[in-house]
């Protein structure tokens, strides 16, 4: 049987002595592997299809259950990400993010429709980097059903101060006077009586904006938004990550990556 379907790269694993297995992610199929022979070969007609970050357009036949690459065409290399260290960080990170939140057999246009938008936006540097990395971490979450409630403080329904705080694990907003209420005017413990995290991620007027815009947009508008203040843009970013990673339950080495190289 054969077949084609446009996908994007999120993986390349090098396998026997000179081919690649790739994980791609199709809207269709959700994430499919595909064997590619001879891939890494300096003579392979399709060693350009088979690298990391590239959409393209993938002829594929299925044999023992396995798809195996028959040839296919680029529609998009990303290929500026590979001059720019932080970019490419970055862009890793981005198809990790998309590679936990997708599974096989499950459509998926949303998440590789974003995933493209948000490749384009950092290669062509059109927001900072932590602004975009904070909306594609707030999407993914909100693609993975675990959307905060950020339209008001849940206990007295304040929908704007000049501190709110997202109660990480909840998923909502609390006030700083119901948050200094709750607790009496002690401080928070960090586990609970039934050892459940307490994360209250402070965010002032602008990131809390900036949140709800991320939300309610929609995804070809994701990064039309404005922070300009840089405390702003790293909280912002902040609060993408501590969310998101705390409602997957694991962190990223990628993610590591970036930051290493961000700061040097």
């Given at each position: 049987?054969?077949?084609?379907?446009?996908?994007?790269?999120?993986?390349?694993?090098?396998?026997?002595?000179?081919?690649?297995?790739?994980?791609?992610?199709?809207?269709?199929?959700?994430?499919?592997?595909?064997?590619?022979?001879?891939?890494?070969?300096?003579?392979?007609?399709?060693?350009?299809?088979?690298?990391?970050?590239?959409?393209?357009?993938?002829?594929?036949?299925?044999?023992?259950?396995?798809?195996?690459?028959?040839?296919?065409?680029?529609?998009?290399?990303?290929?500026?990400?590979?001059?720019?260290?932080?970019?490419?960080?970055?862009?890793?990170?981005?198809?990790?993010?998309?590679?936990?939140?997708?599974?096989?057999?499950?459509?998926?246009?949303?998440?590789?429709?974003?995933?493209?938008?948000?490749l384009y936006a950092i290669e062509n540097k059109l927001k900072p980097l932590d602004i975009i990395?904070?909306?594609?971490?707030?999407?993914?979450?909100?693609?993975?059903?675990?959307?905060?409630?950020?339209?008001?403080?849940?206990?007295?329904?304040?929908?704007?101060?000049?501190?709110?705080?997202?109660?990480?694990?909840?998923?909502?907003?609390?006030?700083?006077?119901?948050?200094?209420?709750?607790?009496?005017?002690?401080?928070?413990?960090?586990?609970?009586?039934?050892?459940?995290r307490n994360i209250l991620f402070p965010m002032n007027r602008a990131v809390l904006a900036s949140?709800?815009?991320?939300?309610?947009?929609?995804?070809?508008?994701?990064?039309?938004?404005?922070?300009?203040?840089?405390?702003?843009?790293?909280?912002?970013?902040?609060?993408?990550?501590?969310?998101?990673?705390?409602?997957?339950?694991?962190?990223?080495?990628?993610?590591?990556?970036?930051?290493?190289?961000?700061?040097?």
């Amino acid at each position: 049987m054969r077949g084609t379907v446009d996908g994007l790269v999120l993986r390349e694993t090098e396998t026997g002595e000179s081919d690649k297995l790739l994980t791609v992610l199709t809207a269709e199929y959700g994430k499919i592997l595909i064997c590619a022979k001879g891939a890494r070969s300096m003579r392979s007609k399709n060693m350009s299809l088979c690298r990391l970050f590239t959409y393209g357009n993938f002829e594929y036949y299925e044999k023992n259950g396995m798809r195996w690459l028959a040839g296919g065409s680029v529609n998009d290399s990303f290929f500026k990400l590979n001059s720019d260290i932080e970019g490419f960080a970055l862009a890793a990170y981005i198809l990790e993010v998309a590679s936990e939140i997708t599974g096989e057999g499950v459509r998926a246009e949303t998440v590789l429709k974003m995933t493209l938008n948000t490749l384009y936006a950092i290669e062509n540097k059109l927001k900072p980097l932590d602004i975009i990395k904070g909306a594609y971490e707030l999407f993914a979450a909100d693609c993975s059903g675990f959307t905060p409630d950020v339209s008001g403080c849940y206990s007295c329904g304040c929908a704007c101060a000049d501190t709110m705080y997202l109660d990480v694990m909840n998923g909502s907003l609390v006030c700083q006077e119901c948050r200094s209420a709750g607790s009496g005017g002690l401080p928070i413990p960090e586990l609970d009586a039934y050892s459940a995290r307490n994360i209250l991620f402070p965010m002032n007027r602008a990131v809390l904006a900036s949140v709800r815009y991320v939300l309610g947009a929609r995804r070809e508008r994701l990064f039309a938004f404005e922070l300009k203040e840089e405390n702003d843009i790293a909280d912002f970013s902040r609060l993408g990550e501590t969310y998101l990673h705390n409602h997957l339950e694991r962190g990223f080495d990628t993610l590591d990556f970036f930051k290493t190289v961000k700061n040097k």
